[in-house]
């Protein structure tokens, strides 16, 4: 009966986390959305071709990768809290700034309008988000239910995602103005839940919390390291680093090379829709019906098969909350290859939707990673480390555009086998990566 009450209280003090979440992550893909209705049909914008939707891909890329090295020392000298604040700010200059230069637009100066992603190096897009909750979980929870509340995170990201495509067509119909006033309210009230949650602990509420990490509240305030204030930050976190045990430093290593090369390869993701009209004749109804069942599978994996197999495994079976994200991760990235492969070859509808259901049933490769490492390190560590993780996923993406887009370029029109090479070579270093994840021991 405790162990219920205490996971209620972890589940209700992770609402307004994920209100938070959701919030930044429908400002951001809004915000990304726009971008090509209001460059208007007259300017190139096809996926993988160098257009100003891609150039604007590569610049929130590339401040991604900026600011998520930036919050190590925010983090540590400040708080969790300042830096949620510092990324909702982030996204909301980017939007008023992209509201402002549609007057530029009407001028014909539209790469004005394509940069506004630069504005995100203030304190990262939504892809930072992401990357500081799972902060704040690791943190404030522990055992299987840290490893359940990361998965849902995957879930509110996917669901919103998918809503902002829906809610970007409809209000650019009414008024190109209305999508980035519509990120600019979701960034204010992100910072209203900060404001209203942001309560520092008292020392006596400290002690019961350190003592009980299963009911803290996630949203608090988390102090910078105070003990530690006049000693240099990468002294501290070399000392952590050094502290650790070798087969944990290995395996973090390992994370690190796995999200990098994992990153390279996903960089076509956004290309698939345009691949499979072309390389296989699919009608752009079907293909989006195509997403459609992707997402709702991805929804399923994150909201209820991982979290209940996490908590049942664990509960039931007595292996640890780390090996079962392990090994979740080793199968789900070999399926993530086995996909990429499949898709590749790909010259019949049958042969794609097989290779798209089995990539998407290994979509949960890069949480049950972060969930596995959420189990490993301490918590003093883990605003270092998960944003280390986040700057070089970022940092894989761009490596991939630019390795990936060239071939997709070349590749395209290519009806025969030849034409799926972007998705062998995305096959192999999914491949790569497993064979790393697979030499992770728990």
């Avoid at 009966?1 to 429908?26: H, N, R």
């Avoid at 003990?227 to 240099?232: E, G, L, V």
């Avoid at 883990?382 to 970022?394: G, L, R, T």
């Avoid at 030849?418 to 990566?433: E, K, M």
Wanted: glycine share 6%.
């Amino acid at each position: 009966m405790s162990s219920t009450l205490e996971i209620m209280s972890t589940v209700g003090g992770y609402l307004p986390t994920v209100v938070f979440l959701a919030l930044l992550t429908l400002a951001d893909s809004v915000l990304g959305n726009a971008l090509p209705i209001v460059l208007g049909s007259e300017l190139p914008q096809v996926p993988g071709f160098w257009n100003l939707t891609t150039m604007a891909l590569i610049i929130s890329a590339t401040s991604d990768f900026i600011s998520q090295l930036v919050f190590i020392p925010l983090i540590y000298h400040y708080s969790s809290m300042y830096a949620m604040n510092t990324n909702s700010l982030s996204i909301l200059v980017a939007a008023t700034y992209s509201l402002i230069s549609l007057a530029w637009r009407s001028d014909g100066r539209a790469s004005i309008v394509a940069i506004a992603s630069i504005f995100k190096m203030i304190g990262g897009g939504s892809h930072a988000t992401m990357f500081l909750i799972v902060t704040v979980i690791q943190k404030n929870t522990s055992g299987s239910l840290r490893a359940a509340l990361i998965y849902t995170t995957g879930a509110v990201v996917v669901a919103c995602q998918s809503i902002a495509t829906e809610v970007t067509s409809l209000l650019a119909r009414k008024s190109p103005t209305f999508p980035y006033i519509f990120s600019i309210a979701c960034c204010i009230l992100a910072s209203v839940i900060t404001m209203v949650y942001d309560t520092p602990q008292t020392p006596a509420s400290d002690l019961k919390h350190a003592n009980d990490s299963s009911t803290q509240p996630l949203l608090h305030v988390t102090t910078g390291q105070d003990i530690y204030s006049a000693t240099p930050l990468l002294e501290i976190c070399s000392q952590y680093w050094h502290n650790m045990k070798p087969r944990t430093r290995m395996a973090l290593m390992s994370l690190g090379f796995i999200f990098f090369v994992a990153a390279v390869a996903k960089a076509t993701r956004p290309l698939f829709l345009n691949y499979i009209q072309h390389h296989v004749g699919v009608t752009p109804e079907l293909a989006s019906y195509l997403w459609l069942v992707r997402t709702i599978m991805s929804l399923g994996i994150f909201a209820l098969i991982l979290p209940l197999a996490s908590i049942l495994l664990t509960k039931y079976t007595l292996i640890p909350p780390s090996t079962v994200a392990l090994y979740t991760a080793k199968g789900s990235i070999a399926l993530l290859a086995i996909g990429a492969l499949l898709i590749g070859l790909a010259q019949s509808k049958p042969v794609l939707v097989s290779g798209l259901v089995i990539n998407t049933l290994g979509v949960a490769t890069d949480l049950a990673l972060l969930a596995f490492a959420a189990d490993v390190i301490t918590r003093e560590f883990a605003s270092y480390f998960f944003m280390m993780v986040a700057s070089v996923e970022s940092a894989g993406t761009i490596v991939g555009i630019g390795l990936l887009y060239p071939l997709y370029q070349l590749c395209l029109n290519d009806g025969t086998f030849f034409g799926g090479i972007p998705y062998y070579i995305c096959a192999g270093l999914f491949t790569l990566a497993g064979i790393k994840a697979w030499q992770i021991r728990p």
